[in-house]
């Protein structure tokens, strides 16, 4: 390209530039603010001993993350561990649950919209208020639901059950928490995916004589393949997000074996003060999920899929 053709488009792209300026500069500066400070300053801290109280940042290298990896009783590798059991239970349980739900409100003839917002209203209601509905579902008494039914109403069992002071059943009570809450989600999604699909599929499968479920395995399952991978990489995604659940119900106990990161990085920031530490641990927090993403977006060849939508 001659240079007098490349000056005259530099000039025309800086003038459009400074044209656009004034507009993007609002946006651009709350993100500055908000975001890229914030970001290079925790990165920043992860390196380093970071008294609040007296404003000093002493340069401390790996050490903060030396004391994550090996320190005695950490809670790390538990939340590490519990992060990914989330993932790996809720994540299908999710996917499974809004498909079948959105086949069967998108089957209906009348009252869509009644379903529709039945399903949704987990997703909207307030973390507090639906921790403090499962504390009433498990809670370790005869006043908590699950119990009174076991031991009182069927009789399955002499002693009340501690369930959120209990390692596993502790978590089972998060798992189950993060299903309920986030299926409705998930239905949303899969029912404005069941739109796309044509209805000539479902009626030459009804003249063949396939039934609901053979038209949900063999028609939806197939055809929503690319909401499925959108669906799967955001609950991926967001186990590495959960927090409240874990605040609400088990607060990490007992020892920290029903800890997740998010937590962990709480309770190292707020309740004993050790800054660097929870850094490191964000730090490592967001690692895990660009290599998850990274390793799911290949392995389920999403670009593929794109590519093959385009044409």
């Known amino acids: 390209m001659p240079y007098d053709m490349k000056k005259q488009m530099w000039k025309k792209n800086r ?51 030396v004391s994550v990896f090996t320190a005695q009783n950490s809670s790390f590798w538990y939340a590490f561990r519990n992060n990914f059991l989330y993932a790996i239970i809720t994540t299908p349980c999710i996917i499974f649950l809004g498909m079948f739900f959105a086949f069967l409100i998108n089957n209906l003839s009348k009252g869509r919209t009644i379903f529709k917002v039945g399903f949704y209203l987990p997703v ?6 639906v921790g403090l509905v499962f504390q009433y579902l498990f809670n370790s008494s005869n006043r908590g639901l699950i119990n009174y039914v076991i ?29 309920w809450k986030n299926t409705g989600w998930a239905m949303l999604i899969y029912t404005a995916a069941l739109q796309g699909i044509s209805m000539e599929l479902y009626e030459a499968a009804s003249l ?3 039934s ?10 197939p055809m929503i393949k690319p909401t499925t991978y959108f669906v799967l990489v955001n609950m991926v995604i967001g186990s590495f997000n959960v927090f409240l659940q874990v605040m609400l119900l088990t607060s990490g106990k007992p020892n ?16 004993q003060f050790k800054f660097g530490e929870a850094s490191a641990i964000g730090l490592i927090t967001t690692i895990t999920i660009i ?12 670009d593929t899929v794109d590519k093959e939508e385009t044409l």
């Open 15 to 65: 003038k459009g530039l400074l044209s656009a300026f004034p507009f993007i500069a609002p946006g651009l500066l709350l993100v500055c603010v908000f975001v890229l400070y914030p970001m290079f300053f925790t990165l920043r801290i992860a390196f380093s001993d970071y008294q609040i109280v007296k404003r000093e940042i002493t340069w401390a290298g790996i050490d903060n993350f």
């Open 124 to 129: 909207i209601t307030s973390w507090v208020i």
């Open 151 to 179: 031991v009182d109403v069927l009789h399955l069992s002499k002693d009340y059950i501690p369930w959120l002071l209990r390692e596993w059943t502790g978590n089972a009570a998060i798992w189950i928490m993060g299903i």
């Open 208 to 210: 063949d004589g396939a």
């Open 212 to 221: 609901s479920w053979q038209k949900f395995r063999g028609i939806v399952v």
């Open 256 to 271: 920290g074996t029903t800890s997740v990161l998010q937590f962990l990085l709480y309770d190292k920031a707020f309740n």
């Open 291 to 302: 290599l998850l993403t990274v390793i799911l977006n290949r392995g389920l060849k999403l």
